[in-house]
């Protein structure tokens, strides 16, 4: 029999109902239900009191396993350490970047926490597959509690230049924690070329073809990026639901084209930018007033971290102002909204617009990006634009590919998707398309499993 999959990862969601915003999840579903595995991680809820043993139950052939965080861990784990320090730090955000010593404590601690509610759970041939930024030092925790089972770790998000990872001043356990693994992955191979360089240049580590050794110990580390169930998301999109959306909106929008955003309302994601290049757009092309309409989708995230509260305040004041400046009484050129669309129906409204506009200033992959082009009707696809600076840009050349920095270059771009001959957009949707199916979901974690097991 092959060995079970456990699957760990901060925020686990339903495998039955529609998954939580957020592409870790939805790469995870994906994987568990194939591979009848057991998913871990934090219930999503807060109590008197963190649970130190899990709450097992069982949908359809996936066993969830889950722990509730008291209200302080959850501030100063999650809110604290892993969105106020890591996140930021990770994009690229030193401003944004928090550096607190009691929210590292609290890092290990709920660490810790997983791990002692998580072990009594393992199989001795299981494959564990760590996820993400919260949980670094889950490997090295279990390891402590004796775990000899085949330890696998995953980071969905960017791995930052050794200038900035060495501002933390825990830099250095963060990292000897991904040796524990026996196999890290990240989303390219530029992030691998960064933890690289640090491990060259601050540990005194050697670095080789797919491995790297420092601690004394030897790390084997690849680039596997992430990708989506490209054929089951292209029959969402003609599927009764998505078939019901596509219609809705194409009623409401009749000959309109319509410019796509969809986005966590996350600073990383680059959306004052994106309104700043949508403005200059109408600005400078008068013939396209009244003729598109750009719908941001930006459901609200991590909305207790103070960063998030400025940059949601910032980024509706900037969608009325625009709206004030050029609506006219049968048009609105922008229509944002805070509500999170269940997948089915967000595959309809792909499909019935005619610009993907994903510009995030840094992020580690994006499957928004992969699901805008999957949705799209081969016979007349629209266009994606997308940032050079999101993982996904190294696989998707053949979007319009943007510097997000580049006000005018993405309204440019923007001109350019609108007015595109119908033989260059199914010729540039076709290229993308085959690279789609191929570099799926599940030759994503085939590959990252082959790889651990
Ligand atoms: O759990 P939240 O705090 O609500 O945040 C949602 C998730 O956001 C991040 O997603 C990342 O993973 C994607 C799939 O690999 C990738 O496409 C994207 O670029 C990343 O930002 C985060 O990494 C997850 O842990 C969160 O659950
Ligand atoms: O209203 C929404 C907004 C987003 N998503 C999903 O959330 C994921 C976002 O993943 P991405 O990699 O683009 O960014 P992340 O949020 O993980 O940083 C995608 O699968 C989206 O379809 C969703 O289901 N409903």
């Known amino acids: 029999m092959s060995p079970r999959l456990v699957a760990v990862s901060n925020r686990i969601s339903s495998v039955r109902g529609a998954p939580l915003a957020g592409g870790l999840a939805v790469a995870l579903v994906d994987a568990l239900r194939e591979k009848r595995g057991l998913w871990f991680g934090w219930s999503g809820k807060t109590a008197d009191q963190s649970t130190d043993t899990a709450n097992v139950s069982q949908e359809g052939d996936v066993t969830l396993a889950t722990v509730d965080l008291s209200q302080e861990d959850h501030d100063a784990y999650y809110s604290g350490f892993a969105n106020r320090c890591l996140w930021p730090l990770f994009h690229f955000r030193l401003d944004l970047t928090g550096y607190d010593r009691a929210h590292f404590e609290a890092y290990q601690r709920v660490n810790r926490r997983f791990a002692g509610a998580l072990s009594p759970l393992l199989r001795d041939d299981d494959l564990i597959w760590v996820h993400d930024y919260h949980l670094f030092p889950l490997g090295s925790e279990l390891r402590r509690l004796g775990v000899t089972q085949r330890l696998g770790f995953f980071l969905h998000i960017p791995f930052p230049p050794r200038e900035l990872l060495t501002t933390l001043p825990q830099h250095r356990s963060l990292v000897r924690s991904l040796f524990d693994y026996d196999l890290v992955g990240f989303q390219i191979e530029d992030d691998v070329k960064r933890l690289a360089s640090y491990v060259e240049q601050d540990l005194g580590g050697t670095v080789g073809d797919g491995w790297m050794e420092a601690f004394g110990r030897r790390l084997n580390i690849r680039a596997f990026p992430v990708g989506i169930d490209t054929a089951r998301y292209h029959d969402f999109a003609f599927s009764s639901h998505g078939q019901r959306e596509y219609l809705r909106l194409r009623e409401f929008l009749r000959d309109r084209d319509q410019i796509i955003g969809v986005d966590r309302l996350d600073y990383s994601k680059g959306l004052v930018r994106r309104m700043n290049a949508y403005e200059l ?28 509260q400025d940059f949601r305040r910032e980024l509706e004041q900037h969608a009325a102002n625009i709206n004030g400046r050029f609506g006219q009484v049968d048009w609105v050129p922008i229509r944002y909204v805070n509500e999170a669309i269940p997948r089915r129906r967000l595959a309809g409204l792909y499909r019935a617009s005619r610009v993907g506009l994903v510009t995030p200033m840094r992020d580690g992959m994006n499957l928004v990006a992969k699901e805008y082009v999957a949705a799209q009707d081969e016979k007349d696809p629209g266009v994606l634009v997308l940032s050079r600076f999101a993982g996904a840009a190294q696989q998707m050349r053949d979007a319009l590919l943007v510097n997000p920095y580049d006000t005018e270059e993405v309204a440019g771009a923007l001109e350019q998707a609108r007015t595109m001959p119908l033989d260059e957009r199914r ?27």
Not at 282 to 298: P, V
Not at 428 to 451: I, N, Y
């Open 281 to 308: 757009l109408l600005e400078s092309q008068a013939a396209a007033h009244g003729r598109i309409t750009y719908l941001q989708i930006a459901p609200i995230s991590r909305g207790e971290v103070a960063a998030y």
């Open 427 to 453: 010729n540039r949707h076709h290229k993308l398309m085959e690279g789609l199916l191929r570099d799926d979901v599940s030759d994503w974690r085939r590959r990252f499993l082959e790889a651990l097991g």
